[in-house]
């Protein structure tokens, strides 16, 4: 049985979009460009999502690891 | 006397379904993919879930180990 | 003076039943499997309690240790 | 001037009652019978306490010690 | 397929005009001067914002990587 | 410009009365009889304050670090 | 282009007036007379602040970097 580590899917989805959800309920979606081993992330063309809808325009934008709950691709 | 160890019992449970509960009471329930010694989860298929019922579908995920609270195989 | 250590308290319980107050005031009694040195648990035949009483049945469960305020065998 | 380390007046206090104040106001009351580098700490005999009186008994139990504020003989 | 790291995008963020969101709310906006590899962030210019106004003038501020949720150039 | 290192000015505080303000509030009054690197904390003849008064004596007892906010000899 | 370390901006700062927000919202003003890499720091003639204005006279205070948001000079 192979296991897929988080970091390869993470590194899987890059250039793709992605929705990252935060502590406290917060989520951005935008095109994942790239991450570090703390699972910092960098987004381009990123939104903040408010119930699944985009309330504030942010482009680029640099999440620190240490807050996200979730990275979907 | 054998102990079962934590990472062990992951390792054994993939491509299983689990659930898995959050900080906060958030959960989600999906087929275990892949995990690391920090306990970052991949899921496929997942869906989020409240009160026990699937509201979301996430599809894959990567959940940040620091915000798991428990998994369930 | 002798000191126990709480990894060897916790070794000690393997096999026997046990309640795991998480932080939020969940928790757990089940059959302790197994540990690291995390303080990451496994539970068999675990119930979650709400006020003392069983409210869910989670079967396996893998506690990550990071949640765990108590154990008490 | 002598500097009094925290896990030397914790190993003074091994076959003490103490009490165990932890995040979020709960608070322990029993014998300490060990602990570790992280404070983890084993009582025996412990009590849950709330407002100063025991409101459940625990017996024998491990708290981990990302949670304790204050120990005290 | 390259990977932006994260303090790549911060280190060519320097000198220009950066939005720190932080946890709790609170957001700085201000002239990117330093970081370093916590993502501490050393800010010129900076000020308070408060629902993206500013509210209070804080010139030079040093932020604590560990408070910070993003950085958005 | 000569540093005042903060565990220097803890270890000049030693055998002084301080006040120990914790995370949520609580503080406690005493003397300093020992601290380590984590400023896990020591105090005699402590007491816990309630808007500057005591409101209960702990005698000695251990802090833990992490629950530290500030100390003011 | 020139990164401004943040510890350096700190060095910079010795015994000049600061503002240290801590989180929960608590400020001290002070001289800043010491730190060290956690961003533990030393502040003599510290007043506690609230909306800005003086509540509490500390004096010399040591406050762990673990609690601190910003410091500004």
Redesign the interface.
């Known amino acids: ?1 192979t ?9 899987n989805s ?2 793709s979009p992605v ?1 990252v959800g ?3 309920g ?1 989520e ?1 979606r935008g095109t994942l ?4 081993m703390h ?4 987004l381009q063309n ?1 939104d903040e999502l408010k119930d699944g809808k985009p309330v504030r325009r ?16």
Request: aromatic share 6%; glycine share 10%; net charge positive.
């Open positions: 049985m296991v897929q580590r988080p970091l390869d899917v993470l590194h890059l250039e929705i935060l502590k406290g917060r951005y460009k790239g991450y570090d699972i910092n992330i960098v990123a942010l482009g680029l934008v640099i999440i620190r690891g240490d807050n996200v709950v979730f990275i979907s691709p």
